[in-house]
Structures are given as C-alpha cells and as structure tokens.
C-alpha cells in the first residue's frame, strides 16, 4: 500500500532544518565512567539542551543538541587546549570536544545506553528474516534494520557541519552539504558520507543590487579551468583537514578523477567521507530519489532488498571496480517501478511537468527541473504486494535486453543504447553520461544469472511461511554471501532449496565470525 502521505516536508526544508540543528551541536568524546546526570547538569550552565545521545566509536561519545547556538560558544569559552607532555597540541577551536573527569569516582553507576550506528549482522539478519509473517514483512524488517535512524542522521549531519567550521577557516560563506544515500532516504547504516563543499553562497553567483554608477566585484585569481579551480582547493582543504581537522585520519586526495575529492575517516563519528565541490547536479539526483522513496512505501522497502541481495551475492562491493553501484541499482529500481501497470512511480518528465515556477532549475546548462512539492503528486493507483514485486523485479531484469536497451527514467521506458557500454543507465540530468559505465559484461552476466536464479528460487518457494520456527524462508532464500553460495553450487542437485539454506543457516550459527553485510556499493 502507499505511505502516509499527509505533510510531507520537502527536500529543502529537511536540510535546512537539519543543518540549523547541526550548528547548535557539539561532539564530545567521554570517559567510560561518566555520569549522564552530572554529565548533562554540566553541560545545562551553558543553556538549555534540546537532546543528547550516546554512542560508541573509538571510544564513547556524546552528541549534545543545545536548544540557543549561543550555547556553543559559551562552552568553548569554557574550554582550553590541553598540553600534552611531550607532544605539542595544535590550537584550533572546534565543536568537538573531550570531557575529563576531575575526580573519577569509584561509586557504581547506572550504565551508559549507548544508540546503535551499525547495520545487523548477517546472522542477525537472517534470523530477524525468518520470524517475519510475510514475505511483505520480511521486506519491511530488512528496511527497520538498516536505515539510518534519526541519530545516526543527526551525526551524519554533524560531521559536515563540523568540516564546514574547518573549510570556513578558508572560505567563511561556504555550506558542507551532505549528499548520496546519507539524505536520499536509500542510505544504509554503515553507508559512507558524500559531501560537498558548496561555495555559491559567498557572493560570487548573486550579485547584490547596488545602486549608483558602480559595480564592485571581488578582485580574485583565476585558473585555465573550472576542474584546475576545483583541484585548488579540494587541495588546500585535503591538507587543512589532515594537520588541523581534529579526528580526519587517513586523508587522501583524488583529485585526478572525473569528480576530483577528499577521502578521510572522521574517526569520532565512524564515518568514511567523500568531500568534492560544486556538486549540486549530484545534489539534485539526491532530492529526486528523495521524492521517489517519499511517493510510495514499497519503493524503499524494495531497494533496501535489492541493495542487500546485491551485497550478499558479491554483486556489490565496497572497493570501486567493474561492479555495479548501489545507486546505479536504485536507478534499475525506480525504473522497474515505472514500468509496472499501473506503475508505481511517475517519470522524471511527468515530475517535470508538474513543477512549480519556484522549481526552476538549470544547473551547468542541465535542465534539473521538477516538483519540489511532493503532496502534489497524487498516489499510485497500483497495489501490487512489495512479494509480487520482488519476484518480477528478478524476473523483469533476468530478461532485459541489456545489449540493445538503456534504462531511462526521465522517460520511463528503454532507449536504444548510445554506445556499447555492456550496462547503460542515463544519468537523468547529464543525459550523455552511463552512470554504469565502469560495469563490465561479465559482471552484468552475474547480475542477469543471480536474477533468474533468484526468481527461480522464489517461485519454487510455496507462499506459506514455514510453521516450524527457525526455518528460512521466502527472501532469506535469496540472501546467502557468495563463498556459501558457491558451496550450494555443488549441492543444488541433491537438496531443495530450503535444505540448501537451512544447512547453511547453521553454518553460519556455529560460526563465531559476526560479519554483517556491509552496505557501500563502491
Ligand atoms: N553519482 C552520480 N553518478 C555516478 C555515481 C554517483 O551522479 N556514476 C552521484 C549520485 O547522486 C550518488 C552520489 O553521487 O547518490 C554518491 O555516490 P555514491 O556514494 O557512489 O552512491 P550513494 O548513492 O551514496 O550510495 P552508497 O550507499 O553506495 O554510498
Ligand atoms: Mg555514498
């Protein structure tokens, strides 16, 4: 069925809302020991705080969410540079913080709870599979598992707000926006976090109105090239972060790429970053899948399955290479969706026929025009279960014409391909770019056998759920990582399926080894 779509906010609104609530929170690394009431009596002579939670990385940590940003600054008033023997501390004054204890009593204390910033293990995952009531169900429990909760939003959030105070030491206008799956509603806990450095803002795009005879511009430097400016100061930024960003470990610079960035860890929130600059066509890919897991309940109920699927049969990975991306499998998601009848989603174009004036949108000469306004795209008529849907996708993409078609959203039906890239997918807005250019055919042709196989599996499976209690089932048929896999390879004659992954259900529950699925496609 269809969400509840009563009051959706907009794209805009949830970044603004959460960027304002970023710059009135403070990171703080904690002593094991601490006392949350003392803790949080402490922190209250600097004004009121809206909420906090704990976690664990590296070490346990403390988000505090001041109600005032007045707050902040009272608390690095309150604040000094530690001297640390026989090292030298660099000053620099941030929002991250270290609480110490004066007098670190021994008096028990109730423990700290600490919020989870982790996706399921893959045994955990599969057990929470098989007591679901429903194949719908079991693709609704994937979702809960492993979308990012509202804390782990907040610190995602706080990580960009956190290198905009250290990018701002260069250019004092900039926004660190968050991009990809942290905000298009596709990301998975554990996903990376894409940002990029967005400098419109200073001035240099939107003349202000003078009046009188003169017009001032800033006098400035320039460079051959748009990729050479970029180059520049993701450079100075690559080496800022390094020698000054508390808790950047692990930088490096990639500047040579299509889209040239810094790769760092920030170690305090668990985080790998992607930062580049003037990224927003990426920026609005991100508000369009935004709408599209916004329109309907199954759309991200169904991705989250796919992407899982993915992972687990090694489709995906999180090294780049020659296999197929997360988004470039949310992308054969909404399109599938567009082609079921009635389809569940609407096409780019429809989307952009329904724009506003207000959604005008042009960016480097692409038209990246659609409604911003999601309660003014009327539901789906289609009511087709989310287990329907998993088996055709299978099926659907298991048959594609892939040699001869391109996946197109903006119109939502195949193109003929415009070259011989072995999977084409058009980048909705720069139509001239295969956001799958880096597949390769034999990559695709594990993707088209794995599909087949998987809606064969599904098929086989009666729709009833197992009476007995812990027997897989239904999607956790589909789920194995490949190295068992392979070994069902050989026994796939002898037993039925649901033997093949009940032998392998308790191989994995005699393993101690608690690998979780992990959840970056690069
Ligand atoms: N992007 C793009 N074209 C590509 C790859 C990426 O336009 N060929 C843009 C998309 O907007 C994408 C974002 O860059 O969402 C971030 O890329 P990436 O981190 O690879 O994908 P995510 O969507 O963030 O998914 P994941 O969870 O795997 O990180
Ligand atoms: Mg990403």
Same mark, same amino acid.
């Given at each position: 069925?269809?969400?509840?779509?009563?009051?959706?906010?907009?794209?805009?609104?949830?970044?603004?809302?959460?960027?304002?609530?970023a710059?009135?929170?403070?990171?703080?690394?904690?002593?094991?020991?601490?006392?949350?009431?003392?803790?949080?009596?402490?922190? #209250?002579?600097?004004?009121?705080?809206?909420?906090?939670?704990?976690?664990? #990385?590296?070490?346990?940590?403390a988000?505090?969410?001041?109600?005032?940003?007045?707050?902040?600054?009272?608390?690095?008033? !309150?604040?000094?540079?530690?001297?640390?023997?026989?090292?030298?501390?660099?000053?620099?004054?941030?929002?991250?913080f270290?609480?110490?204890?004066?007098?670190?009593?021994?008096?028990?204390?109730?423990?700290?709870?600490?919020?989870?910033?982790?996706?399921?293990? *893959?045994?955990k $995952? $599969?057990?929470? $599979?098989?007591?679901?009531?429903?194949?719908?169900?079991?693709?609704?429990?994937?979702?809960?598992?492993?979308?990012?909760?509202?804390?782990?939003?907040?610190?995602?959030?706080?990580?960009?707000?956190?290198?905009?105070?250290?990018?701002?030491?260069?250019?004092?206008?900039?926004?660190?926006?968050?991009?990809?799956?942290?905000?298009?509603s596709?990301?998975?806990?554990?996903?990376?976090l894409?940002?990029?450095?967005?400098?419109?803002?200073?001035?240099?795009?939107?003349?202000?109105?003078?009046?009188?005879?003169?017009?001032?511009?800033?006098?400035?430097?320039?460079?051959p090239?748009?990729?050479?400016?970029?180059?520049?100061?993701?450079?100075?930024?690559g080496?800022?972060?390094?020698?000054?960003?508390?808790?950047?470990?692990?930088?490096?610079?990639?500047?040579?790429?299509?889209?040239?960035?810094?790769?760092? *860890?920030?170690?305090?929130?668990?985080?790998?970053?992607?930062?580049?600059?003037?990224?927003?066509?990426?920026?609005? *890919?991100?508000?369009?899948?935004?709408?599209?897991?916004?329109?309907?309940?199954?759309?991200?109920?169904?991705?989250?399955?796919?992407?899982?699927? !993915?992972?687990?049969?090694?489709?995906?990975?999180?090294?780049?290479? !020659?296999?197929?991306?997360?988004? #470039?499998?949310?992308?054969?998601?909404?399109?599938?969706?567009?082609?079921?009848?009635?389809?569940?989603?609407?096409?780019l174009?429809?989307?952009?026929?329904?724009?506003?004036?207000?959604?005008?949108?042009?960016?480097?000469?692409?038209?990246?025009?659609?409604?911003?306004?999601?309660?003014?795209?009327?539901?789906?008529?289609?009511?087709?279960?989310?287990?329907?849907?998993?088996?055709?996708?299978?099926?659907?993409?298991?048959?594609?014409?892939?040699?001869?078609?391109?996946?197109?959203?903006?119109?939502?039906?195949?193109?003929?391909?415009?070259? *011989?890239?072995?999977?084409?997918?058009?980048?909705?807005f720069?139509? #001239?770019?295969?956001?799958?250019?880096?597949?390769?055919?034999?990559?695709?042709?594990?993707?088209?056998?794995?599909?087949?196989?998987?809606?064969?599996?599904?098929?086989?499976?009666?729709?009833?759920?197992?009476?007995?209690?812990?027997?897989?089932?239904?999607?956790?048929?589909?789920?194995?990582?490949?190295?068992?896999?392979?070994?069902? !390879?050989?026994?796939?004659?002898?037993?039925?399926?649901?033997?093949?992954?009940?032998?392998?259900?308790?191989?994995?529950?005699?393993?101690?080894?608690?690998?979780?699925?992990?959840?970056?496609?690069?």
């Open positions: 069925g269809s969400a509840d779509r009563s009051h959706q906010k907009r794209f805009s609104e949830v970044q603004k809302e959460r960027r304002e609530q710059q009135r929170t403070v990171l703080i690394s904690c002593p094991n020991k601490i006392s949350e009431k003392k803790f949080l009596k402490y922190l #209250s002579q600097h004004g009121p705080i809206n909420n906090h939670f704990f976690y664990e #990385s590296y070490g346990l940590h988000i505090v969410e001041f109600c005032r940003k007045e707050s902040v600054s009272s608390l690095q008033d !309150a604040t000094y540079t530690p001297s640390t023997g026989k090292e030298t501390a660099i000053p620099f004054r941030s929002r991250f270290n609480v110490k204890l004066k007098n670190p009593s021994t008096s028990e204390k109730p423990p700290i709870q600490c919020s989870n910033q982790s996706p399921p293990s *893959s045994r $995952l $599969l057990e929470l $599979l098989c007591y679901a009531e429903s194949i719908d169900d079991q693709l609704n429990t994937l979702l809960k598992a492993f979308q990012i909760t509202e804390e782990n939003a907040k610190l995602r959030h706080l990580t960009c707000s956190l290198i905009e105070d250290i990018a701002a030491a260069y250019f004092p206008y900039c926004t660190v926006r968050p991009f990809g799956s942290s905000v298009n596709f990301g998975k806990l554990g996903c990376d894409d940002m990029f450095l967005d400098l419109d803002e200073t001035g240099r795009l939107h003349a202000q109105k003078t009046s009188g005879n003169f017009l001032m511009e800033f006098q400035v430097k320039n460079v090239s748009e990729r050479i400016a970029t180059q520049k100061i993701l450079s100075v930024l080496e800022c972060l390094d020698h000054f960003g508390p808790g950047c470990v692990g930088v490096q610079k990639i500047l040579n790429a299509r889209c040239p960035l810094v790769r760092f *860890s920030h170690q305090a929130s668990g985080f790998q970053c992607d930062l580049s600059t003037n990224n927003r066509i990426a920026l609005k *890919s991100s508000e369009l899948l935004y709408i599209y897991g916004a329109l309907d309940s199954r759309v991200r109920a169904l991705v989250f399955s796919i992407r899982c699927w !993915a992972r687990a049969r090694s489709l995906t990975s999180s090294i780049p290479g !020659a296999w197929i991306t997360n988004f #470039s499998l949310t992308m054969m998601v909404i399109f599938f969706l567009q082609r079921r009848s009635p389809p569940v989603l609407p096409t174009d429809y989307l952009k026929t329904l724009a506003g004036t207000e959604d005008k949108c042009i960016i480097e000469g692409h038209n990246c025009t659609f409604i911003s306004d999601l309660n003014r795209i009327k539901p789906s008529g289609n009511t087709e279960t989310l287990e329907l849907l998993l088996k055709e996708f299978f099926e659907y993409f298991g048959n594609f014409a892939f040699n001869k078609n391109s996946i197109n959203i903006r119109q939502g039906r195949e193109q003929n391909k415009p070259d *011989s890239s072995p999977l084409h997918i058009q980048n909705p720069e139509t #001239s770019l295969n956001i799958s250019k880096n597949v390769n055919q034999s990559q695709l042709e594990k993707f088209v056998e794995l599909a087949r196989e998987s809606a064969w599996v599904l098929q086989q499976e009666d729709q009833d759920r197992p009476s007995s209690s812990y027997q897989p089932w239904g999607l956790a048929l589909v789920l194995p990582s490949a190295s068992n896999s392979m070994s069902l !390879a050989k026994k796939k004659r002898k037993l039925p399926p649901r033997e093949r992954i009940k032998n392998l259900l308790e191989s994995i529950r005699s393993d101690n080894t608690e690998d979780s699925i992990n959840t970056s496609g690069k």
